[in-house]
T-cell receptor, first 113, second 113 residues
C-alpha cells in the first residue's frame, strides 16, 4: 500500500537549535518527494522537491532534505531554527505522470525563544 | 507573481444554504485541484481538473458537492445544501502539469452552523 509516515506529531526545539523532521514513504514507483510548510491560517507553501539526481536538495528558508532510497526516507533539516519557522510541515509523495499526492499527517513544530 | 487566489477567505452560513467557493489558478497552469482539510481526516483530494476537464472526482463526498472549471482561469466548488459536517478548510491548488509541484491558495475556512 502507498503511504507516507511522519512519525512525530509534535516537535519542540529552541531557537537556534538544529532541526530534523522525519518522513518515510511506501510507494511502488520511483517517487517524487515534496516538503510543504503551513503557517496558521495559510495555505501550504512548497519548501523543496526531489525528482531525481542529487539526493541532497536545497529549498527555501534555509531548509534542505536528503533522499535515502535504501531507507525510503526524505528527512527535512535546518541547521538553525528561527522563531518564524513555527508551523506545520507536510511531507508528500507523487510520481512521474501522476497527479495524485499522498500527504503525511504533518508535524507541528514549536520553537522556544 | 500572483499565486493561487481563493475567495472568500472565510464563510459562515447556516445549514441548508448553498455555498460557492472560488479559485483563480496560476496563469499557465493546466492542472487544478480542490482539497479539503480537517483535523480528523487531514488533506483530502476532492477533484482534479486537467485543461479545464474534470479527470477525477472520486473524492467528492456526495452529490451535494459539485465543481466546475468554465475556463483556464476560474473554478468553483459548490455545496448545496450545506451541512455542519462540511465545515473545514477548502484549498485550491494548481500545477504547471499534472505531476509538477502543486501551488496552494490560502484556503477558504467554511463554517456551517
Amino acid at each position: 500500500a502507498q503511504s507516507v509516515t511522519q512519525p512525530d506529531i509534535h516537535i519542540t526545539v529552541s531557537e537556534g537549535a538544529s532541526l530534523e523532521l522525519r518522513c518515510n514513504y511506501s510507494y511502488g514507483a520511483t517517487p517524487y518527494l515534496f516538503w510543504y510548510v503551513q503557517s496558521p491560517g495559510q495555505g501550504l507553501q512548497l519548501l523543496l522537491k526531489y525528482f531525481s539526481g542529487d539526493t541532497l536538495v536545497q529549498g527555501i528558508k534555509g531548509f534542505e532534505a536528503e533522499f535515502k532510497r535504501s531507507q525510503s526516507s526524505f528527512n527535512l533539516r535546518k541547521p538553525s531554527v528561527h522563531w518564524s519557522d513555527a508551523a506545520e510541515y507536510f511531507c508528500a509523495v507523487g510520481a512521474a505522470g501522476t497527479y495524485k499526492y499522498i500527504f503525511g499527517t504533518g508535524t507541528r513544530l514549536k520553537v522556544l525563544a | 507573481d500572483a499565486g493561487v487566489i481563493q475567495s472568500p477567505r472565510h464563510e459562515v452560513t447556516e445549514m441548508g444554504q448553498e455555498v460557492t467557493l472560488r479559485c483563480k489558478p496560476i496563469s499557465g497552469h493546466n492542472s487544478l485541484f480542490w482539497y479539503r482539510q480537517t483535523m480528523m481526516r487531514g488533506l483530502e483530494l476532492l477533484i482534479y481538473f486537467n485543461n479545464n476537464v474534470p479527470i477525477d472526482d472520486s473524492g467528492m463526498p456526495e452529490d451535494r458537492f459539485s465543481a466546475k472549471m468554465p475556463n483556464a482561469s476560474f473554478s468553483t466548488l459548490k455545496i448545496q445544501p450545506s451541512e455542519p459536517r462540511d465545515s473545514a478548510v477548502y484549498f485550491c491548488a494548481s500545477s504547471l502539469r499534472a505531476d509538477q509541484p502543486q501551488h496552494f491558495g490560502d484556503g477558504t475556512r467554511l463554517s456551517i452552523l
